[in-house]
């Protein structure tokens, strides 16, 4: 895989069939359903104040879903350039305009938070880079995190030139 | 102080449209409707603190303190610093309105955020 700045826009490229379908999951991969953990993560609580709390959730929080969902749906539409390469087994590009890149850096925090609440992840695990190979769906879990973490690293890097 | 409301759990108009070219994922200014706290409540003063995260990184965590704040790198970093060092870090303290905009802002770019009274 490379990836790099062409223009107006961030290219990856030589994105091999796995990687591609990473990246293809991380809009379902903010859903927190089932997940009080991750829930209560992507809506803390903003105060120790009951009082607040309960005004929060009613005023504040369907904002931020609101302000979730649309950065969620930008990626989703950035992706579908990814369709159509589902059973093939070709690497592909991905172009994601610089005007998208909040809507990515949100999106992907929102996926990364999710996954970990979901797996509980220790702060070692967080930490640790040089991870043995997959063999579970934990693990699965944890390669997603650190790598919707590169591309957070990379876009962050670009738009702060 | 980049936003100011008088309250913002009357706020309108949070960022309701796509967020796509030209928008950020900051929240935006509220709209002042009705008054509903008393002068005392207000007076308080209250601090904006952020707590520790080992998902979010800390690229990430200075890119929004400098974005929220406007603070610069180097006040931004110090401040990043501490909340993974120390567990929080204090990034703003004054009255309660602008207060709790920091603090939506601050969520609404997934940071564990929360409004504290100044003991």
């Known amino acids: 895989m490379e990836i790099c700045r062409q223009d107006d826009a961030l290219q990856i490229s030589d994105l091999d069939p796995f990687l591609a379908e990473l990246l293809r999951q991380v809009p379902e991969s903010t859903n927190p359903d089932g997940a009080p953990a991750a829930e209560a993560r992507l809506f803390s609580r903003p105060s120790a104040e009951k009082k607040i709390c309960a005004e929060w959730k009613s005023y504040v929080e369907p904002e931020l879903r609101r302000l979730f969902r649309s950065a969620t749906e930008t990626v989703t539409d950035d992706l579908t350039q990814l369709n159509g390469n589902e059973k093939s087994l070709s690497n592909c590009i991905l172009h994601i305009p610089i005007a998208h890149a909040d809507a990515w850096l949100n999106t992907l925090n929102q996926a990364r938070l999710v996954i970990a609440a979901k797996y509980k992840f220790s702060d070692e695990e967080l930490n640790d880079h040089d991870r043995s190979p997959i063999g579970s769906r934990r693990d699965l879990g944890l390669f997603q995190v650190n790598f919707y973490g590169f591309l957070q690293e990379f876009i962050l890097r670009e738009i702060s030139g | ?119």
């Open chain 2, 1 to 119: 102080m980049k936003a100011q409301c008088d309250n913002i759990f009357s706020m309108s108009a949070v960022n309701a449209g796509p967020l796509e070219k030209g928008s950020t994922s900051t929240v935006e200014a509220p709209i002042k409707e009705k008054e509903t706290r008393g002068e005392e409540e207000l007076d308080v003063p209250w601090q904006v603190v952020v707590h520790n995260d080992p998902v979010n990184l800390m690229t990430y965590v200075t890119m929004v303190f400098q974005r929220v704040f406007g603070y610069p790198r180097e006040k931004a970093e110090r401040h990043m610093l501490e909340v993974h060092q120390k567990g929080r870090s204090i990034l703003w303290s004054g009255v309660r309105e602008p207060a709790e905009f920091y603090v939506q802002q601050l969520h609404g770019y997934l940071l564990l955020a929360t409004l504290e009274k100044v003991v």
